[in-house]
T-cell receptor
Framework: DAGVIQSPRHEVTEMGQEVTLRCKPI?????LFWYRQTMMRGLELLIY????????DSGMPEDRFSAKMPNASFSTLKIQPSEPRDSAVYFC??????????????FGPGTRLTVT | AQSVTQPDIHITVSEGASLELRCNYS??????LFWYVQSPGQGLQLLLK??????LVQGIKGFEAEFKRSQSSFNLRKPSVHWSDAAEYFC????????FGTGTRLQVFP
């Protein structure tokens, strides 16, 4: 199993540009999570999906952020327009629905975003 | 309120010394608790988890953790630290979603 796949691994963009981060969850996992990690705020949950449906997006910082999951094997997190304060590492994670809350999430390697 | 507290931001130990990383949680029901490790530039890897049964759980890389309901704690331990254990460690509580502590950065001196 390849694990959770994220692309790109690094992204450098200029303020005002659109940024799209991509995630492929582990096959068979019903839940997908997007996190942001910064020095100031630590790990923050942005949004999560169950069976491709967004369940909780209360962590999405503002309307500039949007996430989609068009099918079970692909999700995107889009920032438009990007701002320097969006610079962070963005992680995607997935987990199966079996065992409920007792089952761990599997994390991807992250995308390091730098907005200049 | 649901929360996780890791009181120690940064810990330094000598290689071969024992280690204990503290974690306290606040949750009204049965907690599902996890410890993750993050090496520099990497994602998070699960060390161990607890959700029922024996309150002393064993994990990978020689780590263990003890769940103490009376103290609302889930401290991570290792009897002898290796230089490769230098990383950031996160305690997490699973409700419908993972609530992470702020992390403890472990530095290991030779």
């Amino acid at each position: 199993d390849a694990g959770v796949i994220q692309s790109p691994r690094h992204e450098v963009t200029e303020m005002g540009q659109e940024v799209t981060l991509r995630c492929k969850p582990i096959s068979g996992h019903d839940y997908l999570f997007w996190y942001r990690q910064t020095m100031m705020r630590g790990l923050e949950l942005l949004i999560y999906f169950n069976n491709n449906v967004p369940i909780d997006d209360s962590g999405m910082p503002e309307d500039r952020f949007s996430a989609k999951m068009p099918n079970a094997s692909f999700s995107t997190l889009k920032i438009q327009p990007s701002e320097p304060r969006d610079s962070a590492v963005y992680f995607c994670a997935s987990r199966p629905s079996g065992a409920g809350r007792g089952h761990e999430q599997y994390f991807g390697p992250g995308t390091r975003l730098t907005v200049t | 309120a649901q929360s996780v507290t890791q009181p120690d931001i940064h810990i330094t130990v000598s290689e071969g010394a024992s280690l204990e990383l503290r974690c306290n949680y606040s949750y009204g029901a049965t907690p599902y608790l996890f410890w993750y490790v993050q090496s520099p530039g990497q994602g998070l890897q699960l060390l161990l988890k607890y959700f029922s049964g024996d309150t002393l759980v064993q994990g990978i890389k020689g780590f263990e953790a003890e769940f103490k309901r009376s103290q609302s704690s889930f401290n991570l331990r290792k009897p002898s630290v290796h230089w490769s254990d230098a990383a950031e460690y996160f305690c997490a509580l699973n409700t419908d979603k993972l609530i992470f502590g702020t992390g403890t950065r472990l530095q290991v001196f030779p």
